[in-house]
T-cell receptor, first 116, second 111 residues
Framework: DTEVTQTPKHLVMGMTNKKSLKCEQHMGHRAMYWYKQKAKKPPELMFVYSYEKLSINESVPSRFSPECPNSSLLNLHLHALQPEDSALYLC???????????????FGDGTRLSIL | SQQGEEDPQALSIQEGENATMNCSYKTSINNLQWYRQNSGRGLVHLILIRSNEREKHSGRLRVTLDTSKKSSSLLITASRAADTASYFCATGNSGNTPLVFGKGTRLSVIA
């Protein structure tokens, strides 16, 4: 069992739909991340939240909108996605936002997203 | 951008054999981490080695780091079928620079 919980596990949506991915951790971590991973590729960083504030946006298209309501929750709102956005979306957390590259990250099992 | 480059891209071994994966990187780092990803699952952190360390052990895992060659290796001894997974190295620096993942090695351990 992972300590980072992501829901839903699978999501199929049309290009005109609006949906949200959710991520929750109760380890007291203050840095949270969204990654996108295509098959047989490494995870690609999308966003980093530090102390509930967006600190890094890796030039992600605006059809992806992150939100961090509190220190335990991270959402990714999806709207007007394209077929090439189909991928595994991973959430991760780490303890100290001041040194995001200097400590282990804890990953959820991801949401498998398919865009029709 | 990717910094780590794993070698080989894929590796197939018999159960009980040792598996060695290598990671090379381009710029100076603060630390290097190894992660495992089973099919359809998230990444699991295995080990972190800092730039002032040369070798680290965790159970059947042994990681080495050679900063002069900008390379690291992950050795899994006495492999098991359950070790079948993709293995990624990730390089990190101090401050607010996020981890950069390599392309990964797909390991298959055949029973």
């Amino acid at each position: 069992d992972t300590e980072v919980t992501q829901t839903p596990k699978h999501l199929v949506m049309g290009m005109t739909n609006k949906k949200s991915l959710k991520c929750e951790q109760h380890m007291g971590h203050r840095a949270m991340y969204w990654y996108k991973q295509k098959a047989k590729k490494p995870p690609e960083l999308m966003f980093v939240y530090s102390y509930e504030k967006l600190s890094i946006n890796e030039s992600v298209p605006s059809r992806f909108s992150p939100e961090c309501p509190n220190s335990s929750l991270l959402n990714l709102h999806l709207h007007a996605l394209q077929p090439e956005d189909s991928a595994l979306y991973l959430c991760a957390s780490s303890q100290d936002p001041g040194t995001v590259g200097n400590q282990p990250q804890h990953f959820g099992d991801g949401t498998r997203l398919s865009i029709l | 951008s990717q910094q780590g480059e794993e070698d080989p891209q894929a590796l197939s071994i018999q159960e009980g054999e040792n598996a060695t994966m290598n990671c090379s990187y381009k710029t100076s780092i603060n630390n290097l981490q190894w992660y495992r990803q089973n099919s359809g699952r998230g990444l699991v952190h295995l080990i972190l080695i800092r730039s002032n360390e040369r070798e680290k052990h965790s159970g059947r895992l042994r990681v080495t780091l050679d900063t002069s060659k900008k390379s690291s290796s992950l050795l899994i001894t006495a492999s098991r079928a359950a070790d079948t997974a993709s293995y990624f190295c990730a390089t990190g620096n101090s401050g607010n620079t996020p981890l950069v993942f390599g392309k990964g090695t797909r390991l298959s351990v055949i029973a």
